[in-house]
């Protein structure tokens, strides 16, 4: 079922590719916009990108996290700078490309054995995705891709990083979102 699902994304994300090219719906060169998706497993990202020439746009996502897994509580910063590289020539709508880097600051507490410490993970990736901009400058925005990210627990005095199960944010990771926000 995930590899349906995997492949009905990338041909609906591949198809506008073969369309033909229509002029830029908005000529804004700014979006804002909140990942919808994010929130179901709470985090909230916020992005902001920037049209910088036909082609190119930098956006970056900053997010917090508040997770428990098992006994281990995060909760903390997520910043996502990318670089998008849209081959149809109109930079913020359209398909694109986007390498990205990713950066979690998390606080850590272990609920049962009560080890408290932080948690810093740094990685990249490679996103594909579509953005839409409407008339009106309301944008919507699909992509899909995954990264590697290894990170690094600093304990308190007397805490142990064995207590913290981090498995989760670790080795390739799987991303994916529906943003939704305004072009101005």
């Known amino acids: 079922m995930k590899k349906l699902i995997t492949l009905a ?81 109109n930079a913020i709508d359209g398909f694109y490309l986007a390498p990205y880097f990713r950066y979690q600051n998390f606080k850590l507490e272990n609920t049962e054995t009560n080890d408290k410490g932080t948690y810093a993970n740094y990685g990249g990736g490679l996103a594909i995705g579509r953005q839409w901009i409407t008339d009106s400058g309301f944008t919507m925005d699909l992509f899909f891709g995954g990264h590697y990210s290894k990170g690094s627990i600093e304990t308190e005095e007397g805490s142990t990083g064995d207590n913290f199960d981090v498995a989760k944010f670790e080795g390739f990771r799987i991303r994916i979102g529906f943003s939704i926000g305004f072009a101005f």
């Open 9 to 89: 994304t990338l041909v609906m994300l591949a198809l506008p590719m073969f369309a033909q090219e229509k002029p830029a719906v908005s000529e804004e060169p700014n979006v804002v916009k909140v990942n919808t998706l994010s929130l179901l497993v709470g985090t909230g990202s916020l992005f902001y990108e920037r049209k910088l020439s036909d082609n190119l746009s930098g956006q970056m996502g900053v997010g917090y996290l508040s997770y428990k897994i098992e006994d281990s509580k995060f909760s903390g910063l997520i910043l996502t700078p990318e670089v998008r590289f849209y081959p149809k020539s």
